[in-house]
């Protein structure tokens, strides 16, 4: 089954999704990923970055906006706490500025965009008939409910 124009994503009980649903102004989607930049030279000896991403989108599931916030990581990414308590700490701050916000399954239109240094998006593949966010390793396809592999 092809890619909708609206990606379906649910992620009650997920440790990928730290939270989406709907606020005062549309939808949300946000999590905190180990990733590098995007001009990073493929040493993945070295540590990167954990990336706390907020990403909101109109009720129709339109892309309006991408915040990230880029904290190093310690050794080969692992969540030593300083580093990753700190990304969760900033994307908190982030959430808390939208307004009215409510958890659930959203619906969105693949996007890929630049921030921070950082590719962020839902990605489209149409000849594999999927979607990726990028940097949490997660792929939604048919059936189209939400559900997701990693």
């Known amino acids: 089954m092809p890619i909708p124009a609206a990606v379906p994503i649910a992620g ?5 999704l730290a ?9 949300h989607l946000a999590y905190v990923a180990h990733g ?16 706390a991403t907020l990403h909101t989108f109109t009720f129709d599931g339109a892309h309006l906006s991408t915040t990230v916030i880029p904290v190093p990581a310690g ?12 990304a969760r700490s900033e994307l908190a701050t982030l959430l808390e500025q939208l ?7 959203i619906a ?5 965009g630049s921030r921070s240094g950082f590719s962020v998006g839902l990605i489209a593949y149409p000849e594999y008939d999927c979607a990726d966010i990028k940097h949490l390793g997660i792929r939604f ?3 189209w409910d939400g559900g997701y592999d990693t």
Not at 19 to 27: F, K, V, W
Not at 99 to 105: A, F, I, L, M
Not at 108 to 112: D, G, I, W
């Open 12 to 16: 009650e009980g997920s440790d990928h």
């Open 19 to 27: 939270e989406l649903g709907r606020h005062a102004r549309g939808q």
């Open 36 to 51: 590098y930049p995007d001009d990073h030279d493929g040493d993945y000896r070295r540590p990167g970055f954990w990336i």
């Open 75 to 86: 050794e080969l990414g692992h969540k030593r706490a300083s580093s990753y308590d700190t």
């Open 99 to 105: 307004g009215g916000r409510e958890n659930g399954p």
């Open 108 to 112: 969105v239109q693949p996007f890929l």
């Open 141 to 143: 396809s048919d059936p």
